[in-house]
């Protein structure tokens, strides 16, 4: 009765502030919108204060604010990778080719884009980006380290050529030029070259897209950015519906939160739960929203390094304990997916995924085949219902985490150790700081470690497969015969077939062996109110990942329509 009357409450209190107009709800949490509230999008980010105010240069310490929309819509990019439909946009370029050994690589930019101020965008630009990052080792982010580990020099021979040449083979260089959550800055020279890039602040930034940073608010935590009529791509593409694009602190309230959200001061809003959302959708049907994954799936490492997980066998029969399915629709919340093999489901990296291997290795739970796996390693119930092996060394294991009780990477741990108990398999869970669990799994210090899976973002072999530097590495994870695929792999074009024979193998190795064991796809929810503005990424409708924060957003901008 208490809830109902709250929330009946709460919703005389919305329909007041939206009989207001022009005065929403926004104005209690210290935010009121200088610019109209029906022309404006408004996309809360985050809830971490922000901090950076007046500097847009993500290549020095401090230098940029992310969640302050220059990655994500005050810049462009010269491809972006919808994960949605598995295609890569060209945007600023229109492609790119090597020559027969992969040690260079020729960009064609698009002809006619201008920066913001009228001068041209071209291959002079590209030229001064990367000479600069060569030349000052000091400069990193916005891929410039990746940039300066691969290339030797760069040239142009005519304003819409760039050619890269590479310090080696190097079939996957242009992934370097394809955006996902951030991507290549490519500074304007003629405004850059007569400043210092370790110092310079970019502020206002500018750039080629279509919005330019307008006004940068302290006191209300955002940053505003103003549709530029005279954008270059509008004959082509059509000016994106909103004329003003607001990114914002969420609430430090989550309370407050769903209010400003519910009420229609915001957009897209960030602190909205699974729960509070759908208490939402039986207010209105503007309350919409979208559950996609992230890239990384969560994931409970073993240390390969330490014995009983050097045994193969013992790594099976753990994984087959696993409860995926009630991690999936009870723990993580909104509902997910299983992760039943070790990176997302996107359609852009399906490719790399086999249906005879994952049919060959099902990693569903199956208690009565780990316990028989178990057995046949020679770990037997005794007598105090624990597992030992034939010398006396009991399955009694710590999990380690670096979220706090009750987190869903603790519940996590926690339900494995339920199911494992059942079956003669000690197991507690320790929950650690970040630095502390860190360094336990970078020193081979741990038994397992609940953590999460990365490095599946446009093909595995860019960091997943990398037993040196991926995430495998967190694992200590020794196979000759996947250090042999992804060589094969990494020597050619992804999408060549020695590449492809190369990611069977790979993916072979790593469901047959488990080094680690993916759990659950990590979906997220994104809440938007549909009160302003229609046509958002959602489950019925994703044409892009619908994630704010990420470049590719740039992309779902251009699709949104009006709603009045």
Same mark, same amino acid.
């Given at each position: 009765?208490?809830?109902?009357?709250?929330?009946?409450?709460?919703?005389?209190?919305?329909?007041?502030? +939206?009989?207001?107009?022009?005065?929403?709800?926004?104005?209690?949490?210290?935010?009121?919108?200088? +610019?109209?509230?029906?022309?404006?999008?408004?996309?809360?980010?985050?809830?971490?204060? =922000?901090?950076?105010?007046?500097?847009?240069?993500?290549?020095?310490?401090?230098?940029?604010?992310?969640?302050? %929309?220059?990655?994500?819509?005050?810049?462009?990019?010269?491809?972006?990778?919808?994960?949605?439909?598995?295609?890569?946009?060209?945007?600023?370029?229109?492609?790119?080719?090597?020559?027969?050994?992969?040690?260079?690589?020729?960009?064609?930019?698009?002809? *006619?884009?201008?920066?913001?101020?009228?001068?041209?965008?071209?291959?002079?630009? =590209?030229?001064?980006?990367?000479?600069?990052?060569?030349?000052?080792?000091?400069?990193? %982010? #916005?891929?410039?380290?990746?940039?300066?580990?691969?290339?030797?020099?760069?040239?142009?021979?005519?304003?819409?050529?760039?050619?890269?040449?590479?310090?080696?083979?190097?079939?996957?260089?242009?992934?370097?030029?394809?955006?996902?959550?951030?991507?290549?800055?490519?500074?304007?020279?003629?405004?850059?070259?007569?400043?210092?890039?370790?110092?310079?602040?970019?502020?206002?930034?500018?750039?080629?897209?279509?919005?330019?940073?307008?006004?940068?608010?302290?006191?209300? !935590?955002?940053?505003?950015?103003?549709?530029?009529?005279?954008?270059? *791509?509008?004959?082509?593409?059509?000016?994106?519906?909103?004329?003003?694009?607001?990114?914002?602190?969420?609430?430090?309230?989550?309370?407050?939160?769903?209010?400003?959200?519910?009420?229609?001061?915001?957009?897209?809003?960030?602190?909205?739960?699974?729960?509070?959302?759908?208490?939402?959708?039986?207010?209105?049907?503007?309350?919409?929203?979208?559950?996609?994954?992230?890239?990384?799936?969560?994931?409970?490492?073993?240390?390969?390094? !330490?014995?009983?997980?050097? =045994?193969?066998?013992? !790594?099976?029969?753990?994984?087959?304990?696993?409860?995926?399915?009630?991690?999936?629709?009870?723990?993580?919340?909104?509902?997910?997916?299983?992760?039943?093999?070790?990176?997302?489901?996107?359609?852009?990296?399906?490719?790399?995924?086999?249906?005879?291997?994952?049919?060959?290795?099902?990693?569903?739970?199956?208690?009565?085949?780990?316990?028989?796996?178990?057995?046949?390693?020679?770990?037997?119930?005794?007598?105090?219902? =624990?597992? #030992?092996?034939?010398?006396?060394?009991?399955?009694?294991?710590?999990?380690?985490?670096? !979220?706090?009780?009750?987190?869903?990477?603790?519940?996590?741990?926690?339900?494995?150790?339920?199911?494992?108990?059942?079956?003669?398999?000690?197991?507690?869970?320790?929950?650690?700081?970040?630095?502390?669990?860190?360094?336990?799994?970078?020193? #081979?210090?741990?038994?397992?470690?609940?953590?999460?899976?990365? %490095?599946?973002?446009?093909?595995?072999?860019?960091?997943?497969?990398?037993?040196?530097?991926?995430?495998?590495?967190?694992?200590?994870?020794?196979?000759?015969?996947?250090?042999?695929?992804?060589?094969?792999?990494?020597?050619?074009?992804?999408?060549?077939?020695?590449?492809?024979?190369?990611?069977?193998? #790979?993916?072979?190795?790593?469901?047959?062996?488990?080094?680690?064991?993916? +759990?659950?796809?990590?979906?997220?929810?994104?809440?938007?109110?549909?009160?302003?503005?229609?046509?958002?990424?959602?489950?019925?409708?994703?044409?892009?990942?619908?994630?704010?924060?990420? *470049?590719?957003?740039?992309?779902?901008?251009?699709?949104?329509?009006?709603?009045?």
């Amino acid at each position: 009765m208490l809830l109902s009357n709250r929330f009946a409450i709460l919703s005389t209190l919305v329909l007041f502030i +939206v009989a207001l107009g022009a005065q929403p709800i926004a104005a209690q949490d210290g935010f009121d919108l200088p +610019v109209p509230r029906e022309a404006t999008l408004v996309i809360e980010d985050t809830a971490t204060p =922000i901090s950076i105010f007046d500097s847009f240069n993500p290549r020095i310490p401090s230098g940029n604010w992310n969640p302050n %929309g220059y990655r994500q819509i005050g810049q462009e990019y010269l491809f972006y990778a919808n994960f949605a439909t598995g295609e890569i946009v060209p945007w600023l370029a229109t492609g790119y080719a090597y020559n027969d050994d992969f040690t260079e690589m020729t960009l064609t930019l698009r002809d *006619g884009v201008t920066w913001n101020d009228g001068e041209a965008f071209n291959a002079d630009d =590209i030229l001064y980006t990367v000479n600069t990052i060569l030349e000052l080792e000091a400069l990193s %982010g #916005a891929r410039a380290n990746q940039i300066r580990s691969a290339t030797t020099s760069v040239s142009a021979p005519d304003d819409l050529t760039v050619v890269f040449t590479l310090n080696s083979p190097t079939p996957r260089f242009h992934y370097e030029l394809i955006t996902i959550v951030d991507g290549f800055t490519i500074w304007p020279e003629h405004v850059w070259v007569n400043e210092d890039p370790l110092t310079f602040q970019n502020n206002p930034p500018l750039s080629t897209a279509p919005y330019v940073l307008t006004d940068a608010l302290t006191e209300q !935590r955002a940053f505003i950015w103003e549709r530029n009529d005279a954008w270059w *791509g509008a004959a082509e593409f059509g000016l994106p519906a909103p004329q003003y694009v607001v990114y914002r602190n969420s609430s430090d309230s989550v309370d407050v939160g769903f209010e400003l959200y519910l009420s229609g001061a915001v957009d897209r809003a960030n602190s909205v739960n699974w729960q509070q959302m759908q208490i939402a959708q039986q207010q209105g049907d503007q309350y919409t929203y979208t559950i996609d994954v992230d890239p990384c799936p969560r994931n409970v490492y073993f240390n390969n390094a !330490r014995y009983p997980f050097t =045994i193969t066998e013992v !790594r099976q029969a753990i994984n087959l304990i696993m409860p995926r399915d009630l991690v999936a629709n009870v723990i993580w919340q909104p509902p997910s997916e299983p992760a039943l093999h070790p990176w997302n489901n996107w359609e852009l990296t399906a490719q790399y995924l086999f249906d005879d291997i994952l049919a060959e290795y099902d990693w569903s739970q199956n208690l009565d085949r780990a316990a028989e796996l178990l057995d046949e390693a020679g770990f037997t119930v005794g007598d105090d219902g =624990i597992r #030992a092996d034939a010398d006396g060394n009991n399955m009694s294991f710590q999990i380690i985490t670096n !979220r706090p009780v009750g987190h869903e990477q603790y519940q996590i741990a926690q339900a494995l150790a339920d199911e494992a108990a059942n079956l003669g398999i000690n197991m507690t869970v320790r929950s650690l700081n970040s630095g502390a669990f860190w360094d336990l799994v970078g020193d #081979a210090d741990y038994d397992m470690a609940s953590a999460w899976l990365c %490095g599946a973002f446009l093909d595995p072999a860019a960091g997943l497969y990398d037993l040196d530097n991926g995430d495998l590495a967190n694992a200590h994870f020794e196979s000759e015969e996947l250090r042999a695929a992804q060589a094969q792999i990494t020597a050619n074009l992804p999408d060549s077939e020695a590449a492809m024979e190369g990611y069977r193998q #790979a993916l072979t190795v790593l469901m047959r062996e488990v080094p680690t064991m993916p +759990v659950v796809q990590t979906a997220q929810l994104m809440a938007w109110n549909e009160t302003y503005w229609t046509n958002f990424p959602t489950d019925d409708n994703l044409y892009v990942q619908p994630f704010t924060w990420w *470049g590719t957003f740039y992309l779902a901008l251009q699709e949104l329509e009006a709603a009045q």
